[in-house]
């Protein structure tokens, strides 16, 4: 195998910017994925989520800048089959049944993937003598990922994938997508699911108002958000007493289960033990995703 040193990066996207009308829609993006990355692309509504995607998949252009994959042009990686996608927009061909599809786009690959390796991956075993115009939101987006692995892509374009997918579905796709990645290939994919983006990428990067305002793993990027939170298990608790300890932030009490939000969580857990030493079942978790998210995000639309 050769070295991933020796290959070019799966994307790299250097200095875009795109502009329609008067919205900026993207401002200056940069960041680069190697070979073997599982890559979230977060942010709210109006980031440049979508319209960073589109460029790098060569559905419009950049204004300034430039988008190279696998080394070569965004349309020269689609033409030789080197990446797929799923996207939210676009409908299947109607009229026909899913191992119809599924077969006519694979004869337009120039090298497809084995098309019993692509129906397994997919999960798609007992849909393929469905009709596409009978399949569920959730069995369309199945069909999708089939399209794109047809073409044996080395990168993956995801966005919004499991839109639509119940909660063990979402949980067999990711299973299949660290199979896929597994063999050293890449994914990109955007999702409003952060607990996805928290468990399964290597990385995230945040954009906000059409920048990147972060670019790390998961547990960097919530390492921002500052605080933590310390659960824990206390008869008889006192809310005033409680928020005396160092550190200690906002407190929850639901009966005997007490939440607290601490800027010093060290500090606070050897207090509570000393002051509390009834405290039982005692947990410390890192700021939720979200929480950092909202916070980078926020000062990243007001730069």
């Given at each position: 195998?050769?070295s991933?040193?020796?290959?070019?990066?799966?994307v790299?996207v250097h200095?875009?910017?795109?502009?329609?009308?008067?919205?900026?829609a993207?401002?200056?993006v940069?960041f680069?994925?190697?070979?073997?990355?599982?890559?979230?692309?977060?942010?709210?509504?109006?980031?440049?989520?979508?319209?960073?995607?589109?460029?790098i998949?060569?559905?419009?252009?950049p204004d300034?800048?430039?988008?190279?994959?696998?080394?070569?042009t965004?349309?020269?990686a689609?033409?030789?089959?080197?990446?797929?996608?799923v996207?939210?927009?676009?409908d299947?061909?109607?009229?026909?049944?899913v191992?119809?599809?599924?077969r006519?786009?694979?004869?337009?690959?120039?090298?497809?993937?084995?098309l019993?390796?692509?129906?397994?991956?997919?999960?798609?075993?007992?849909?393929?003598?469905?009709?596409?115009?009978?399949?569920?939101?959730?069995?369309t987006?199945?069909?999708?990922?089939?399209?794109?692995?047809?073409?044996?892509?080395?990168?993956?374009?995801?966005?919004?994938p499991?839109?639509?997918?119940?909660?063990?579905?979402?949980?067999?796709?990711?299973?299949?997508?660290?199979?896929?990645v597994?063999?050293?290939?890449?994914?990109?994919?955007?999702?409003?699911?952060?607990?996805e983006?928290?468990?399964i990428a290597?990385?995230?990067?945040?954009?906000?108002?059409?920048?990147?305002?972060?670019d790390?793993?998961?547990?960097?990027?919530?390492?921002?958000?500052?605080?933590?939170?310390?659960?824990?298990?206390?008869?008889?608790?006192?809310?005033?007493?409680?928020?005396?300890?160092?550190?200690?932030?906002?407190?929850?009490?639901?009966?005997?289960?007490?939440?607290?939000?601490?800027?010093?969580?060290?500090?606070t857990?050897?207090?509570?033990?000393?002051g509390?030493p009834?405290?039982?079942?005692?947990?410390v978790?890192?700021?939720?995703?979200?929480?950092?998210?909202?916070?980078?995000?926020?000062?990243?639309?007001?730069?």
């Amino acid at each position: 195998m050769t070295s991933q040193s020796k290959r070019p990066p799966s994307v790299e996207v250097h200095d875009v910017h795109k502009q329609f009308g008067t919205v900026c829609a993207v401002d200056g993006v940069t960041f680069r994925i190697e070979p073997g990355e599982v890559v979230a692309l977060l942010g709210p509504n109006g980031a440049g989520k979508t319209t960073t995607l589109d460029m790098i998949l060569g559905l419009t252009r950049p204004d300034r800048g430039e988008i190279q994959i696998l080394g070569t042009t965004p349309r020269q990686a689609l033409d030789d089959g080197q990446v797929g996608c799923v996207l939210q927009q676009g409908d299947l061909l109607k009229g026909l049944r899913v191992h119809e599809l599924i077969r006519a786009v694979s004869a337009l690959q120039p090298r497809p993937a084995p098309l019993a390796e692509v129906v397994k991956r997919a999960q798609l075993d007992d849909l393929l003598n469905r009709k596409v115009t009978k399949l569920s939101g959730g069995e369309t987006q199945r069909v999708r990922f089939a399209l794109a692995l047809v073409g044996d892509p080395a990168l993956l374009i995801l966005d919004e994938p499991t839109a639509a997918m119940d909660v063990s579905a979402r949980r067999s796709f990711w299973d299949s997508m660290r199979e896929f990645v597994a063999a050293d290939r890449t994914v990109l994919f955007s999702t409003h699911y952060l607990e996805e983006a928290d468990a399964i990428a290597d990385r995230i990067i945040l954009l906000a108002q059409g920048r990147v305002v972060a670019d790390g793993p998961a547990s960097q990027i919530r390492a921002v958000a500052g605080a933590k939170t310390l659960r824990c298990t206390l008869s008889d608790a006192q809310p005033e007493a409680l928020s005396k300890l160092p550190g200690a932030g906002p407190i929850t009490v639901h009966g005997t289960q007490i939440t607290i939000r601490s800027l010093d969580s060290d500090r606070t857990l050897r207090a509570l033990l000393d002051g509390f030493p009834l405290a039982s079942d005692i947990e410390v978790t890192a700021a939720p995703l979200a929480d950092a998210v909202l916070a980078l995000t926020d000062a990243g639309s007001h730069r």
